[in-house]
């Protein structure tokens, strides 16, 4: 009795233990790529002093040193303003981290439809993990708002 009871605290010990590693290897496996873009404020016309351009939001469910960023806008600029003011032109480059970048119409920009598309790549693996596209637009008013996720169906 004594033995099957040896036996049988062994077995529970293992089966623990195994557990335990495989949500080591799951959780270290695991890459969360989620991440939301959102305005900041309602609308944007370049004649505001208060703001250098359409604040967008990116928060990231989880900062990620292995992932990076891409950001992409069909026209216009986009920028970083913390002190100073960055201008990253059209595309760029960045951490998979919570941020603010801000969209700038170019002067005289006719387009009414602005396309922001986020990729973001696993640098590790090499390899595109997730693409998504945001629209901005310009009312007949000259002001530019945020609309949200395009959605392909």
């Known amino acids: 009795m004594v033995e099957v009871l040896k036996n049988r605290n062994r077995i529970i010990l293992t089966l623990i233990i195994l557990n335990v590693i495989t949500l080591i290897i799951i959780r270290v496996n695991?890459?969360?790529?989620?991440?939301?873009?959102?305005?900041?404020i309602e609308r944007y016309i370049p004649t505001m002093s208060s703001v250098p351009g359409l604040p967008l939001k990116i928060t990231c469910e989880n900062e990620n040193l292995n992932l990076e960023m891409?950001?992409?806008?069909?026209s216009g600029n986009l920028l970083f303003w913390k002190t100073d003011i960055e201008n990253l032109g059209s595309n760029f480059k960045t951490s998979f981290a919570?941020?603010?970048i801000y969209f700038t119409p170019i002067y005289e920009m006719n387009e009414e439809e602005i396309i922001v598309k986020i990729t973001v790549y696993n640098i590790k693996k090499d390899e595109v993990v997730s693409i998504?596209?945001?629209?901005?637009?310009?009312?007949d008013k000259e002001f530019y708002r945020f609309k949200g996720e395009i959605i392909s169906e």
Request: aromatic share 14%; charged share 35%; no cysteine.
């Open 30 to 40: 695991f890459q969360n790529y989620d991440y939301s873009l959102d305005n900041v």
């Open 70 to 74: 891409k950001i992409e806008a069909s």
């Open 98 to 100: 919570n941020k603010t």
């Open 132 to 139: 998504r596209n945001f629209k901005i637009e310009k009312d």
